[in-house]
């Protein structure tokens, strides 16, 4: 028997000499060739992700851009809640809330409440939109019927509550209230019918630190706590314990996180899916997206201060805003960390549960979760920082009958049925209205209701824009006390020039700081007293200065002016770093002593930015 000998894989000589190409063949290179080849075909595009019924989806949100009313409390509004029984509920830091009913355009108002003897300190409306509970710093917690907006109990407890959150389905034969305590780290359980004031049931253990949020998904029966500590809890009502409908071990989710970045969730808000929940959180300033039933993240979003800085210096934002308006909004921004407002912000989802909205700096973002981006920006051009949200998407006359198809369709009978009427509520820091953007197009001058008497009435004052500082060594005398300059006259000879002049002539004697923003900065040298006013020694205005000096620290002395080469007499001291400003405006000296007036100016009351008492400079030496 004969056996071929086995071939190596090989190729001999006269095989390669063979296919080798002759001179003339169209062939440049055989298959054996060392090196890279080229691409036999241009690379296919990437599909970017699109999600079906977007623009269906997006006619159910207000199509106006800027608000077309907004109503008042008489203090700083502190939660909105929008329940499923079409109410809008809006709470102030006073104690009082208001019922608002949803009609064929806009709300209207029903009844007030004066719930608590101080601040509320939560707020929960149960997953059926029938019930209502606020708890307040007095150790009481109401309850109301939201449809018949009366209150139809009372809780006292012996414990200032720090959290509440209705935690029964729909339909439940008893509905069930979850309180946490502001020292301890406990949940009790109340019969949320108010027949038995003691709690029914206490959940310890299962925190280390005090419980900041609660929020009860009905599609999955089960709360998520979340701690001070940055800790977050599944349990299911009546069992206690982490439900079986979601991840197995804490280990394989995403819930560390926070535990991770060292911070605090402020807000969690479940999805009208439940398939996800969105959480802000602080320090970090992150929007987080989970995904419910295995805790994994889904989406993240950063807005933290350090991103927004960066961003506009590289004009990559959304939209680029001048300097001084920038300045003034990141010193709004640095406020939201303040307890007062830290846990009156929040993130909601809209009605299919694919966009997230949430505030901004820029406005109110409407985030496409599914293809990763911004469709719409709500109060862009508004003069207030969006705070808490809540959204009505107009349900139809026929709730849960119209399929994606039908509404898709051209039936004009349909789809007079079906005529939605969204609105977008939004409250603003340190104001004490809510503002409504909905489909509006005319946008009347007569938009701010006045139903409420102010508590100033003689508030009405002008806006007002700029200030400015200056010296070679030179201390400002106010009506608060003595701040001291140090100049740079080699930096910025004619901005200490005309700073020294001005201040040896009697020129800013008695004017006033027209313009403060807390953790910016403070203005002045305006001898109109508004912003508008000022001539250099020169008597037009000079140019820009720009030296190595920059403003990498507080107590920076600056020009103000209105765009490149516009200097005149105003000028401000800077109360934080502001690297945004650099190169943008003429620095010529720092504070060196007197930081406690600086700060008490930073601090004084103001309205529209203007302290309500004026802040004099009697007059400033040169010494």
Known sequence: MEFDPPRSNKRSRADLEATAPQDGDASSSSDDSIGPALPSAAPKKKKRRKLPYEKLYLSALPTSARYSKSLMHKEQLAFLTMTSTDFLITSSVDGVIKFWKKGSEGVEFVKEFKAHIGAIKSVSVSADGRSFATAGEDKSIKIFDVITFDLLTMLTVDFTPKCICWVHGKGASLPLLAVSDEVNHSIEIFDGRGENFQPIHTIKGLHRSVVSLMAYNNEYDCVISVDEGGSLEYWRPGTWEKPDNVFQYKSSTNLFEFKKAKSVPATITISPTGKQFAIFSFPDRKVRV??????????????????????????????????????????????????????????????????????????????????????????????????????????????????????????????????????????????????????????????????????????????????????????????????????????????????????????????????????????????????????????????????????????????????????????????????????????????????????????????????????????????
């Not at 350090?306 to 300045?327: C, H, W």
């Not at 010193?331 to 997230?356: S, Y």
């Not at 820029?362 to 207030?384: H, I, P, Q, S």
């Not at 003429?586 to 700060?599: C, E, L, N, S």
């Open 290 to 623: 989970f995904d419910f039933p295995t805790g994994k993240t889904y989406r993240t979003y950063d807005e933290s201060l350090q991103t927004i800085e960066e961003m506009q210096q590289a004009g990559t934002a959304l939209q680029k805003l001048e300097d001084v308006e920038f300045g003034r909004r990141l010193a709004v921004e640095r406020e939201l960390e303040t307890p007062g407002l830290k846990d009156k912000c929040n993130v909601i989802f809209d009605e299919t549960g694919h966009f997230i909205i949430y505030g901004s700096m820029l406005g109110t973002k409407v985030v496409n979760t599914y293809t990763n981006r911004v469709m719409k920006v709500y109060g862009r051009d508004e003069n207030f920082r969006p705070l808490a949200l809540a959204i009505y998407q107009g349900a139809p006359q026929k709730k849960n009958v119209t399929t994606i198809a039908m509404a898709a369709s051209s039936n004009p009978l349909l789809q007079e049925s079906e005529t939605r009427d969204p609105i977008l509520v939004a409250t603003g820091v340190g104001k004490v209205r809510f503002y409504m953007f909905t489909n509006t197009s005319e946008i009347s001058k007569e938009r701010d209701v006045m139903n409420e008497k102010p508590i100033n009435p003689n508030a009405r004052k002008a806006q007002v824009t700029k200030a400015a500082e200056s010296g070679t060594a030179a201390v400002i005398h106010t009506s608060m006390g003595d701040i001291h300059l140090r100049l740079f006259p080699d930096a910025a000879p004619k901005a200490v020039e005309n700073f020294v002049t001005h201040s040896k002539s009697g020129y800013y004697n008695n004017t006033i700081f027209h313009r403060v923003i807390r953790k910016f900065m403070i203005q002045c040298g305006d001898p109109l007293g508004d912003g508008t006013g000022g001539d250099s020694i020169w008597g037009r205005d000079f140019e820009d200065e720009f030296s190595t000096l920059k403003h990498d620290k507080p107590y920076t002395v600056s020009m103000a002016n209105a765009g490149p080469n516009t200097n005149a007499s105003q000028f401000f001291i800077t109360t934080e770093k502001a690297p945004w400003l650099d190169k943008k405006h003429t620095i010529f000296g720092r504070a060196v002593q007197g930081m406690d007036v600086v700060h008490r100016i930073e601090n004084a009351k103001v309205f529209k930015e203007k302290p309500v008492d004026d802040i004099k400079i009697i007059n400033i030496s040169i010494v």
